[in-house]
């Protein structure tokens, strides 16, 4: 499987789901969480920071999203997390 960036226009292809999450984190400018204000990586950390941390509620409220959009960034995150080596993206962001 090959993993697209997705970021605005950032079209960066990558081999393995773990250096497409790393480039995201490394790569592409930090976002503030309209939730909390905690700044995080943008792309798959943001998402799983927004699902993780807050409610489903407060994500739809925060940045006006709707059921469909959540279902979307769910999806990603189970798809990616169902690939990933979660230890191996947190070392290499160690570094």
């Not at 999806?75 to 191996?88: C, F, G, Q, V």
């Amino acid at each position: 499987m090959v993993w697209e960036c997705g970021i605005d226009d950032c079209s960066e292809v990558f081999a393995d789901v773990e250096s497409a999450v790393v480039h995201q984190a490394t790569e592409h400018e930090r976002l503030e969480c309209k939730v909390c204000g905690t700044i995080v990586p943008d792309g798959y950390l943001a998402i799983r920071h927004a699902f993780s941390e807050h409610t489903r509620a407060e994500y739809v409220r925060s940045y006006g999203a709707n059921a469909e959009d959540v279902r979307e960034r769910e999806e990603l995150m189970d798809e990616i997390e169902d690939e990933a080596d979660i230890k191996a993206i947190a070392s290499e962001l160690k570094r």
